[in-house]
């Protein structure tokens, strides 16, 4: 081979060595590029989230006053290894001022923090308005160098202070009011470490999911120079979705005026508790729900305890005499009792007294003796004198003449021994004898025992709520309503009803017309006169009960009285109990319904025309 031809050979071979080298470096290159592009780097992303805490719905007055709110919480720290030391003092200073927590509080909690350098909560429950004072803090410490970059990774991070959402507190605006029935929470943390609340009782129990039913809101897009989230067509935007808000049926004035009427009269009749409620008759619309044991939700104490139930609803007792115009009722739908019919009084063992009065009347029955407490002065009765002065023993009379299976089932159609449907939770539902315990001695045509003592309230029990909810139907053309506190939701900005429920009818109108007026004469001219309010149509029954503990009548009294008010336009069915009034001493006479619930139901009416709820004929108010 020839030189040139040689030299040519060589050159030729050191170029294609040189080419392979080089194909070589470009392919090691884009390998590296391609797992630089492809394999997670712990390097700042180019995009940016934001996510906006939720927080449980409101709970509001028909006033439109929130009774019950949620406020947002936020969280403060710091990562101490990034706190120049010569500057610790400056930041606990400028701190305490923003925060308004005490400088002592804050240096303690330093000083832990640095035995353990490294993110150090300050404080958990900061509000948005001193959250968003220090944000601006945040700055400032930035560039007063308070606190400074340390090296990591190859570059620097700096870390101040970080202000982030930590939960949410649950705000109880006018303390007391409206409970029990609003309930109380409890506190609990999410899976994302948020501290959020839950209802343990009463409407925050009732509806406590929907009122949690929350969507944090979110955003998300490409971040700009300053780190804002810039936003494009591909940026992810959603909006916060607080909890449904519940809107009340209960004006939070009117509600505010009962509970004041009842703390006077708790004190003035030595009572263990007092429940009142008012419930538009027609709607079943409850305005007012109320207590004399009441309770700060966000405070609650040891004392409080007793007062945490809603004893409308959970407290079952012998209603008494306020059932008799019930029982009466289920014989007359059933065109039993005739015009113009006498009872006999049972009353002529004994002649009358210097003023005319016969003996009370005793009534034998198997081995007991049912006695009334009215003396009258005649030996037979009629209709109106059974139900006006209470007699025990006309109303027993009148029951006898259902079968057990009519007077078991008429009472079921009032709501007795079933939930009312208010809503509010752990509603009871009261007890009754069993259908062949009424029908005993049905086939002989002789007296029920079981008939009889249920007949004027005794042998069964009931809740307040109960016996609201029956008379209405006497003020509403025999219609029975579902009594509701909530009277509509809004969620994410629409609004949903809550009551569905269509009155049914249970008795003809012209049996609960009758009742009606029978329980109007019973404040005109029997045991409720002290209800009476000249201009207004007024009706009730009152009711006296011992209390029974442990199948034995105990020295205390339940007394009730429940009735409606009416003007030309508006008709409510108001019913008070009164727990354990005084019953001994100067005023052993408290415990009658005459003396104590009567007169509650009286002011209770009072305050319904002067807040502009009635209006009588001739605008007069009697003054005693």
């Known amino acids: 081979m020839s030189s040139n031809k040689l030299q040519n050979h060589t050159k030729t071979k050191k170029i294609l060595i040189l080419y392979s080298i080089i194909i070589l470096f470009l392919f090691i290159l884009i390998i590296s590029v391609f797992r630089t592009i492809s394999e997670y780097r712990n390097m700042p992303t180019l995009e940016s989230q934001k996510n906006e805490l939720s927080v449980r719905g409101d709970i509001i007055s028909a006033d439109n006053f929130k009774i019950s709110s949620s406020k947002k919480l ?68 930035i560039q007063l160098k308070i606190f400074i970059p340390r090296n990591f990774g190859g570059g620097k991070i700096l870390r101040g202070l970080n202000i982030s959402e930590s939960g949410e507190k649950r705000i109880f605006s006018y303390e007391d009011t409206l409970t029990p029935v609003v309930g109380y929470i409890s506190k609990y943390e999410t899976k994302k470490g948020k501290t959020k609340v839950r209802g343990i009782k009463g409407l925050e129990k009732k509806y406590n999911k929907i009122l949690n039913e929350s969507k944090d809101g979110i955003l998300k897009g490409n971040r700009d120079v300053l780190s804002y989230i810039s936003f494009d067509k591909n940026s992810l935007i959603k909006k916060r979705v607080d909890g449904a808000t519940l809107n009340l049926n209960i004006p939070l004035k009117l509600q505010k005026n009962v509970e004041l009427t009842l703390d006077h009269f708790k004190e003035k009749l030595s009572a263990d508790e007092i429940i009142v409620s008012i419930m538009e008759s027609k709607t079943g619309k409850i305005i007012s729900l109320a207590s004399s044991n009441r309770f700060n939700p966000e405070r609650i104490k040891q004392e409080d305890i007793p007062s945490l139930n809603v004893n409308a609803i959970e407290y079952q007792f012998e209603p008494g005499s306020v059932i008799k115009p019930i029982s009466i009722a289920l014989v007359m739908d059933k065109n039993r009792i005739k015009k113009n019919e006498l009872f006999n009084a049972y009353n002529d063992f004994r002649g009358p007294n210097k003023k005319g009065e016969y003996p009370k009347g005793q009534y034998k029955l198997d081995r007991y003796t049912i006695k009334d407490d009215h003396r009258f002065k005649k030996n037979y009765l009629t209709l109106d004198d059974v139900v006006i002065y209470s007699s025990n023993i006309g109303t027993l009379q009148l029951a006898q003449r259902l079968s057990g299976t009519e007077f078991y089932k008429g009472m079921k159609k009032f709501g007795f021994t079933q939930k009312t449907g208010i809503d509010l939770p752990y509603e009871k539902r009261g007890i009754m004898p069993k259908v062949w315990q009424f029908t005993a001695n049905d086939a002989k045509n002789e007296d029920n025992v079981f008939k009889a003592t249920v007949s004027y309230g005794q042998g069964m029990t009931s809740t307040f709520v109960q016996v609201l909810k029956a008379y209405s139907v006497f003020n509403n053309d025999g219609y029975i309503t579902t009594p509701k506190i909530v009277s509509h939701l809004v969620y994410d900005g629409k609004k949903y009803p809550t009551n569905t429920n269509k009155p049914e009818k249970i008795i003809s109108k012209k049996t609960a017309d009758e009742i009606k007026r029978l ?104 003054s005693n």
């Open 74 to 141: 936020y969280r403060a720290s710091i990562d101490t290894r990034y706190l120049a030391k010569d500057k610790r003092e400056l930041f606990l200073e400028l701190f305490s001022i923003y925060s308004n927590i005490s400088y002592k509080v804050l240096d303690k909690k330093l000083k832990e923090g640095e035995r353990n350098p490294g993110n150090l909560v300050l404080s958990y429950s900061i509000d948005s308005r001193t959250a968003k004072n220090l944000k601006e803090l945040a700055f400032k410490l």
């Open 519 to 622: 329980l109007i004469k019973t404040v005109d001219e029997g045991t409720g006169k002290a209800a009476k309010i000249d201009g207004l149509i007024i009706g009730g029954k009152t009711g006296t009960a011992q209390i029974a503990r442990r199948g034995k009548y105990l020295k205390k009294y339940i007394s009730s009285f429940f009735g409606f008010v009416n003007d030309e336009n508006n008709s409510y069915t108001i019913g008070v109990t009164v727990i354990n009034p005084n019953s001994t001493g100067k005023y052993w006479y408290y415990y009658y319904a005459s003396w104590s619930a009567v007169p509650v139901f009286k002011e209770i009416t009072q305050n319904l025309v002067k807040l502009n709820y009635l209006t009588p004929k001739n605008d007069i108010i009697p």
